[in-house]
């Protein structure tokens, strides 16, 4: 029985050094509570609104990217989106590429799925996860490969304000993976969607926020209770401002796209 122990030990020991860089870190961040946040407003950039389709900027400490956020309650319950997954670099630290309904003006709860990049010193790496907060973030039970430059289609769809289903395909390996949930005590408001790049928290605190380079999100499209589908252009824009700099681009253009760029 020693001996077996010592051999099991032993090869534990071994699995954990074989084990790719960020293997680790990428565990040890979802033990430490890895969370996704609401929008967290800094200041606003007024201009036109939506009825000139030019869009107003936000700047926030978190989130990047694309938010309708002047709908009613009942109004969305689908968001997907589109990407070509980049090479982050430089400083070291790690971002976040998501869809989602709520968390901008509905703060209560969030419904999104997407994925993390790592940096650290030369080293990358990806995961994806699912999260309907204020619950946590957790990664799905058959976790597919990511790699840069796979193209990724992300989807989050609300069955009710208390249930739904997020959904990643990799669209060039053909892999995909999905989850239903229920929380009946964080209720979605589905007045908001959004296409974002997030500097997460883990464990109450942002993490170092890595160049993500840049990530464009096509065929996006927000579907709405009474039948539309819209795209994201003439959304609020939002970039991340921390420690007085700012450190991202967002555009939007008539094709539906947004892109986010690291500046």
């Not at 989130?63 to 997907?80: H, R």
């Not at 996860?129 to 039970?141: G, I, K, L, M, N």
């Not at 408001?189 to 883990?202: G, L, P, R, T, Y």
């Amino acid at each position: 029985m020693l001996f077996g122990s010592l051999f099991t030990a032993l090869l534990l020991t071994a699995a954990a050094f074989a084990a790719p860089e960020g293997a680790i870190d990428r565990r040890s961040r979802r033990s430490a509570s890895r969370q996704s946040k609401p929008l967290q407003r800094l200041s606003v950039n007024t201009g036109s609104t939506a009825a000139t389709n030019t869009s107003h900027v936000v700047y926030s400490s978190n989130w990047a990217g694309a938010v309708w956020d002047s709908y009613p309650s009942n109004t969305f319950y689908k968001v997907t989106g589109t990407f070509t997954v980049p090479t982050p670099s430089a400083p070291n630290g790690d971002a976040s590429v998501w869809v989602g309904i709520d968390g901008d003006t509905c703060g209560t709860a969030i419904l999104q799925t997407g994925i993390d990049m790592y940096y650290q010193n030369g080293a990358i790496s990806y995961d994806s996860w699912y999260e309907w907060y204020p619950d946590y973030a957790h990664s799905y039970s058959s976790p597919i490969a990511i790699a840069a430059g796979n193209v990724i289609r992300l989807t989050v769809t609300a069955s009710t304000t208390t249930s739904g289903t997020t959904l990643i395909e990799n669209l060039t390996t053909g892999h995909s993976e999905s989850i239903s949930l229920s929380y009946p005590s964080y209720p979605l408001c589905e007045q908001n969607a959004e296409w974002i790049v997030e500097d997460f928290s883990s464990g109450g605190r942002l993490v170092p926020f890595c160049n993500f380079g840049t990530v464009t999100f096509s065929s996006a499209s927000a579907y709405l209770h009474n039948g539309q589908v819209i795209s994201p252009y003439g959304a609020t824009e939002i970039d991340i401002e921390q420690n007085g700099k700012v450190l991202t681009s967002v555009s939007e253009s008539s094709s539906g796209t947004v892109t986010i760029k690291y500046v």
